[in-house]
Structures are given as C-alpha cells and as structure tokens.
C-alpha cells in the first residue's frame, strides 16, 4: 500500500507527558499537512511542510506543539505537557506540489489523554 | 469564523434514494471544493471535487452542484447504498500559499436497508 502512513494508530497517555506521532507521506509529495479532528467535527489545519521547510502554521498550534520534516520525507509531530484538550484525532495528509491537487490522508493517531 | 458551513448534520435516506448535502463557504478566493467520505477510525477519502470553472461535475453515483454566485456548492449521491453510510464532509481551498483545507461540520449519513 503506498497511502499515507500514520503512527501510532492509538495512544493513550497521562497528562503532563510528552507524545511523538508519525506521518510517511505518498512517496514524492512534497506537501505534508498535519490536522486535528474532534468528536463530530471537521479536521482542522494545524501546519504544513513544503519539502522540509514549516511554511504555515496555525494559531491552534500553541508553543506545546512543534513539527518536523527532517529531508522532506516524514514528519513527526511532538505534544509537549499534554492536557486534556490534546485528546483528539490527528491526521496527516500528503499532496503534490502543483496547485490545488488532492489532498490524501492517513488514517490518523488518535490520542487520548488520562 | 466558520468559513464553510454545511448541512443538514445528519440524514437519514432509503436504500435507492438521493442523499442531498450542501455546503456555504464565505471566502470569494476559494477556487478548489473537495469532498470527503470518512469512515469510522479511518482518515477521510477524497470522493470528488470541482473548481469554480464548472457548475457540475459527476463521477459515477456522485455529483457535485456549484452555484458561485450564492457561494454554495452540494454533493448528490444518486442511488443511495448502504455501503455509502459515512459522515461526508466537504471543504474548501485557495490557490497559493499552504493550500490548506478548511473543511464543514460534517453529515452523518445512514442509508437504511
């Protein structure tokens, strides 16, 4: 399966801890988005990589939350201290890099905090 | 600000019927309107999607209707499948910069058997 790839599939964790999630894109995409979606909404942006450079990133993403796409291939996505409000679905998504081309997802990490 | 509002938040549709789901979007730059079908535990699947060029794109059991003058755009689902009980949601998008989507509420359709 060449999809998006999300890791892990699950995480359940105390608050206050620190959580790191993965995302390995369509082979050759050079756009990656992280989301966030909570019970019955929409996913909502958090940022978004072009190659390896974070050209975005969104006012919900506070100074707890940082990104990476170390040579443009995956990403990880880090919660530091996490609080209850962090529980939610996080997705990746990948695209290429010609204008308005479709966005794929993964099918996410979804993080429950205790 | 909710960008895209979309509606109804659920529908309930007979099997071989046309579910009907419509989404506003108030942000005139947007040109690229997908929609996703998410399934539970799964990432949404992109199903179709239009640019403003066109009034109507059709693929297969799905269609899309765009209205740019009202800042509306709808999914029909002609022939309505069990298999097709999802929660649907459609988004919206601008050319340049993070191309990022800015998506619906969401509807849970049931297609009853």
């Known amino acids: 399966d060449t999809g998006v790839s999300q890791n892990p599939r699950h995480k359940i964790t105390k608050r206050g801890q620190n959580v790191t999630f993965r995302c390995d894109p369509i082979?050759?995409?050079?756009?990656l988005y992280w989301y966030r979606q909570t019970l019955g909404q929409g996913p909502e942006f958090l940022t978004y990589?072009?190659?390896?450079?974070?050209?975005?990133k969104s006012r919900l993403l506070s100074d707890r939350f940082s990104a990476e796409r170390p040579k443009g291939s995956f990403s990880t996505l880090e919660i530091q201290r996490t609080e209850q409000g962090d529980s939610a679905m996080y997705l990746c998504?990948?695209?290429?890099?010609?204008?308005?081309?479709?966005?794929?997802f993964g099918d996410g990490t979804r993080l429950s905090i205790l | 600000q909710q960008q895209v509002k979309q509606s109804p938040q659920s529908l309930i549709v007979q099997k071989g019927g046309i579910s009907i789901i419509n989404c506003a979007y108030e942000n005139t730059a947007f040109d690229y309107f997908p929609w996703y079908q998410q399934f539970p535990g799964k990432g949404p699947a992109l199903l179709i999607a239009i640019r403003p060029d066109v009034s109507e794109k059709k693929e297969g059991r799905f269609t899309i209707s765009f209205n740019k003058s009202a800042k509306q755009f709808s999914l029909h689902i002609m022939d309505s499948q069990p298999g097709d009980s999802a929660t649907y949601f459609c988004a919206a998008s601008k050319s340049g910069g993070a191309q990022k989507l800015v998506f619906g509420q969401g509807t849970r359709l049931t297609i009853n058997p």
């Open positions: 998504a990948s695209s290429p890099g010609s204008s308005n081309q479709p966005q794929h």
């Open positions: 990589f072009q190659n390896e450079a974070q050209l975005e």
């Open positions: 082979s050759e995409h050079n756009r």
